[in-house]
Structure formats: C-alpha cells, structure tokens
C-alpha cells in the first residue's frame, strides 16, 4: 500500500461504518444480543427488503447465527449508549445479556428488543466468508419500531457513538477493538467456500 500508513487507510475506512446496531439470536432457548457498526441495505426493492452484516467468528453471536440462519438487527437512538455497552463490551458465552434488557420473542423466534429506533426480523439467505469473520446476507421477514408507533429521535452512528461514549468507557473499547484486529489480522487470509444450506443442491 503505497503512500498511506494502515492506520490512515483504517482511519479512512472507517467512513464507511454502518450506523450501530444491536443484533440479537436465539437458539435452543439460549438468547443473545450483539453490537455491530458493519450493517448496510443489501437491496434496493422495496418488494425484496435485504441487509447484509459481517460478524467475527470469535463472537459467540456468530455461531448462533450461522447455526438457527436467524437474527434481528435493531437501529438504535443516539441516545442508546448503555444498550450499547451492555451488548458490544462483553461475551454471551458466559451470561445471559438479555436478562433486564425488555423484549419479546420476534416471528421467527429470536427476540425483538422494546426499544430501539427500528427493527428487522431477518432470515440468512447467503454467507460470505471472510476468514476472521462472515458476511450474513439477511431477508428481512417482519418490521417494526420497538414499542414506540413510530421511530422517534435520531439513529446512533459510530463515528457519534465513538465521539461521545462515556470517558470512562474508552480505554476498554480501544483495548477490544486492538483485540478484534489482530484477530482479523491472522484470520483474514484464510478464506473458505461456503455454501449456505438453503442453496445446496439436493
Ligand atoms: C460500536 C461497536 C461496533 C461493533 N461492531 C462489530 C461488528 O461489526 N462485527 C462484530 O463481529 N463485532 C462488532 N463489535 C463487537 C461485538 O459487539 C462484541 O464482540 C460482543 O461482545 C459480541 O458478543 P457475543 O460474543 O455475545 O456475540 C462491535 C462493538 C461495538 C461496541
């Protein structure tokens, strides 16, 4: 990479972030919930609704995921930051996140979260592999807005997530974020084929 240090390309890479979203999975009756600023609309009819997000495979989120083919991502308020550290500083492996976090079970069964700016009930209709992580290409079954009638305030982005968590909070974002780059860092070349159960040929 000519010219540009990594941290500048990094740095520049980072305008292309997603708002920051809490995905949450269920499965054999074990619930969690995730934070993610790597989500997009994946396209653009209105008749075919899709997103797409790539999650690390050292996140417990991941196998749930990979394994049920369901999740729910949430867009949240700029207001949400304690969701946020609830869900994205720490580890479902070993508890259970959800607990004191309001919700109820979605239409395909992982839960919806009250609060939120809106929500997606998503089916995995295809994966890409990454090495380090999987790229989840969701269709969106079912819709809404929390527990409000209608999305209220402004959604979360990361680069004002990052601008204005609590002081107090940083240094552990920054040692998870070193922790998940050299992760990717030694994962990312070693990309698998996959193909999604629901494509195999019978
Ligand atoms: C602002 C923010 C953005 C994040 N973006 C991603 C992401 O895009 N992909 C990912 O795999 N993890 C991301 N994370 C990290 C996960 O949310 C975090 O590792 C979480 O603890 C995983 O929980 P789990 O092991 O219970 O699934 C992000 C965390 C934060 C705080």
């Known amino acids: ?10 740095q520049l890479l980072r305008n292309l972030t997603s708002p920051v979203v809490a995905i949450t999975c269920q499965r054999d009756g074990k619930r969690n919930g995730m934070i993610s600023d790597s989500a997009v609309r994946a396209s653009i009819a209105p008749t075919v609704p899709r997103l797409s997000v790539y999650i690390h495979k050292f996140n417990f989120s991941h196998d749930l995921i990979f394994e ?5 991502l949430h867009l949240l308020r700029d207001d949400q930051f304690e969701l946020i550290h609830r869900l994205g500083f720490v580890s479902g492996r070993t508890r259970d996140k959800l607990g004191g976090i309001p919700h109820r079970p979605g239409t395909l069964g992982a839960p919806v979260l009250d609060d939120c700016y809106a929500h997606f009930e998503c089916r995995v209709v295809n994966v890409m592999d990454t090495g380090s992580s999987t790229c989840f290409l969701g269709d969106v079954a079912a819709v809404g807005h929390g527990a409000a009638e209608r999305p209220k ?19 552990e974002y920054e040692t998870l974020l070193r922790a998940a780059q050299a992760y ?19």
Request: aromatic share 12%.
């Open 1 to 10: 990479m000519p010219n540009l240090q990594p941290d500048q390309v990094y």
């Open 68 to 72: 049920t083919g369901r999740f729910v």
């Open 153 to 171: 305030g402004d959604v979360m982005t990361a680069a004002y997530f990052r601008a204005n968590m609590p002081p107090e909070w940083r240094s």
């Open 184 to 202: 990717a860092a030694e994962r990312s070349h070693d990309i698998q084929p996959v193909i999604w159960r629901s494509l195999q040929q019978p």
